[in-house]
């Protein structure tokens, strides 16, 4: 038996297919993964993210702590509630985690990292908080729930009181705050709108029965896969882990590399690399014949050089299969892949795929 | 509950086979596979005049999640594919003893099919994987 969120007894009860997911027994679908994603895309969906960690760190000095420890600036974090994506990276620049920051106030900066890593990050962040005397906390007390789709603000302000519900629909993108007691952040995982709501473990199961007699509908862990993919977004451990570094793997955009004497952990490795220049790079694909890319599957480039996909789906939105691969930093727009000992082709896309319920790639056959 | 029809016959890797009017058999899917599966988005078929021996991979079913091998419950010569999949795998899930159908095989030692299960037994192997 797996860890288990509040929300365990809930997915069982509503016909959840549960899969082990890092450890955890989390629900991979309800009924159709195809419907669950269309939802989101479409109207709301509603997820429990609740085997992430949510870590609170404080003290007078967490900010310069998280400048040392991460490879984005929380320098940036001006006002309260900002929110910031950044890769915590070893020495070697390897990506010990990607994770989300909030900036609560001066001396109080929450983390969320992946369930996956918990156990290593934690360790990590503890060995370098002593020194700036920062206090880490895991707020095991927090369920997690991800409302997310063009209807998905909307559903949830329904559930706040008055003034509640207008502070949370006056959230910018990437901001969070404080309603009657949660925690509401304008963030996701999907490439839609919506919330990620952080609050009291009880309360959850009552939320999502709620949000469910409004029309939203159940999603799991398969419908949150294809929707970050189709969405460009990495996943820890399929696009990145500690053997690869973020210029590798398509996260350049989130290394803040100036002023150049914030020193953060791995910075030294990962200006040897810019020196250098990258020899491989995180790209898009799109599948052009008939078929299902998927992760470790082989890519041959023309004129010699391989890679691999790190991730690989069917999407769901495009009805084609799309994928990340990280492929040779001079592979230019078409490739090959290797599925069942069959060479299909493939066009080297800019992720997103989609966002907002648009497709952003051109699904025109091209020769 | 899984839909075993009773006038087929099954395999414990969850194939099933008709024999048709003319000796030709039938190949698919078992309804408790394709919900085990979820949602096909790809299903890859034989092309007629392949020979496939038993335990054979003959066909490939993709769900959103995975891709799975389809083992051929019969040997002899495949007669074809069922020509709709490629457009519409979800026929799989919707249909699976119908027109969700695999290929259709020949067998080469005529009408006796070694080896597989009946109905009743098929039902017996769902109750104790559960």
Not at chain 2, 91 to 97: A, E, T
Request: charged letters at 25%.
């Amino acid at each position: 038996m797996g860890r288990r969120t509040p929300l365990f007894e809930l997915h069982r009860e509503l016909g959840a297919r549960i899969v082990d997911f890092g450890g955890w027994d989390m629900p991979v679908q309800y009924t159709s993964q195809l419907n669950e994603h269309h939802a989101v895309r479409r109207t709301a969906g509603i997820f429990d993210v609740s085997h992430m960690c949510v870590v609170d760190l404080k003290g007078v000095k967490v900010r310069a702590f998280l400048q040392k420890l991460l490879a984005n600036d929380v320098g940036k974090l001006r006002l309260p509630g900002k929110a910031l994506y950044s890769c915590m990276l070893k020495e070697s620049g390897g990506v010990l985690d990607d994770l989300i920051v909030y900036f609560l106030t001066e001396s109080w900066l929450r983390v969320v990292v992946n369930a996956g890593t918990r156990d290593k990050d934690l360790a990590w962040i503890r060995a370098h908080a002593d020194a700036f005397g920062v206090a880490v906390t895991e707020r095991a007390d927090l369920a997690m729930l991800a409302v997310q789709g063009p209807q998905a603000r909307e559903q949830v302000s329904r559930l706040l009181r008055r003034d509640g519900a207008q502070a949370a629909l006056e959230l910018k993108t990437f901001f969070g705050r404080e309603v009657d007691g949660w925690f509401i952040a304008r963030t996701g995982y999907t490439g839609e709108d919506g919330f990620e709501i952080m609050l009291p473990a009880g309360e959850a199961a009552g939320v999502w029965r709620k949000l469910n007699a409004a029309g939203v509908v159940s999603c799991g862990l398969g419908a949150r896969d294809t929707l970050r993919l189709e969405a460009g977004m990495n996943l820890y451990g399929n696009d990145m882990d500690e053997s690869t570094d973020p210029l590798e793997s398509g996260l350049a955009w989130t290394l803040a590399l100036e002023p150049p004497d914030r020193r953060f952990i791995g910075r030294d490795a990962l200006e040897s690399v810019l020196a250098q220049g990258s020899a491989r790079k995180l790209v898009g694909l799109l599948l052009e014949d008939r078929g299902v890319l998927r992760s470790h599957q082989k890519v041959s480039i023309p004129g010699g050089g391989t890679g691999e996909i790190t991730s690989g789906t069917f999407s769901p939105t495009l009805e084609r299969s799309i994928a990340f691969a990280r492929v040779p930093a001079t592979t230019g727009e078409r490739v090959q892949v290797d599925i069942r000992g069959k060479l299909l082709n493939a066009r080297v896309v800019k992720p997103p795929f989609v966002r907002f319920g648009k497709v952003l790639v051109d699904l025109s056959e091209k020769s | 509950m899984s839909n075993v029809p009773p006038d087929l016959q099954y395999t414990k890797t969850h194939e099933w086979v008709r024999t048709l009017a003319d000796g030709i058999v039938e190949v698919g899917i078992t309804d408790h596979a394709q919900h085990a599966l979820g949602d096909l988005v790809f299903v890859e078929v034989p092309e007629g005049g392949r020979t496939v021996a038993v335990g054979d991979p003959c066909a490939v079913v993709e769900s959103v999640k995975a891709a799975s091998d389809v083992y051929s419950p019969v040997a002899g010569e495949v007669t074809g594919g069922n020509p709709q999949l490629a457009a519409e795998p979800e026929v799989v899930n919707s249909d699976p003893y119908g027109a969700g159908w695999l290929m259709r095989v020949r067998p080469a030692q005529g009408a006796a099919l070694p080896g597989l299960l009946s109905a009743a037994q098929y039902t017996e192997l769902l109750a104790s994987e559960e």
